[in-house]
């Protein structure tokens, strides 16, 4: 593309990792043999669900609370309405399994690409701590870490694309939000950033569940990030 952004941030979870394979990997290790006929697929779904919905309600100016406690609170939910019977370790385990995600097969390859020629950062409203773990666990190959954490507030507040922006040194116009959700690359457009919308259709297991169509509105619908890496020309 003409006149190319300076650097490249990336939402992480589901857009650079696979959590729904990676979660239900680990919730059926953790639970064993026992409950055979629990659909653990679904199970991840609603989990990541409640997340969404804790950190999306919640109020303005409410005190931080890391993503961490919201993880681990809507899994107690979760298995306590569901009668699932597993200790404190067990439920320590599965709730630490969020920052030991795998990345998708594309993530690295397509990444080590775009880095010769881009700064790259994630902007993510995993905790920092987390985000860490999981670059860790993956080997990717960023530049930078930034996360939601650091202002207080989660994405899409224009706060958390602010401070990337700032921290980088740049203009929001010479930067591309990159991730698998509308809502956090359309709320970078509304600020001035530039968007790559990817599509994940297994982000969830199931096709049917994810928004993975791409739309006019974005300056770059890429498949993978290998694809994106083709489209700028890397």
């Known amino acids: 593309m003409n006149d190319r952004p300076k650097a490249l941030l990336f939402d992480v979870q589901g857009t650079a990792t696979d959590f729904h394979s ?64 597993l200790g404190e370790a ?21 990444l080590q690409r775009l880095r010769k020629q881009f700064t790259l950062a994630t902007l993510s409203n995993a905790d920092v701590s987390a985000v860490v773990q999981i670059s860790r666990h993956g080997d990717l190959p960023w530049h930078a870490i930034f996360a939601a954490e650091m202002v207080g507030v989660f994405k899409p ?43 994940r259709p297994l982000e969830y297991g199931d096709p049917a569940l994810a928004d993975a169509g791409f739309s006019s509105e974005f300056d770059i619908n890429a498949t993978d990030f290998v694809d994106l890496a083709d489209q700028l020309d890397c």
């Open 22 to 85: 990676t979660i239900r990997h680990a919730a059926t290790a953790v639970a064993g043999d026992r409950y055979p006929d629990v659909d653990w697929s679904a199970f991840v779904n609603d989990w990541r669900a409640a997340y969404f919905e804790e950190t999306s309600s919640r109020p303005k100016h409410a005190a931080w609370e890391s993503v961490a406690v919201v993880y681990r609170r809507t899994l107690d939910t979760l298995l306590d309405a569901r009668g699932f019977e």
């Open 157 to 199: 507040d224009p706060r958390t694309y602010h401070l990337a922006a700032h921290y980088l040194g740049l203009e929001p116009a010479d930067i591309m939000m990159v991730a698998s959700h509308k809502y956090d690359i359309r709320a970078a457009a509304g600020l001035g950033f530039r968007t790559a919308f990817i599509a």
């Open 90 to 110: 067990e439920r320590a385990e599965l709730a630490g399994a969020w920052a030991r995600l795998d990345p998708w097969p594309d993530t690295v390859p397509g």
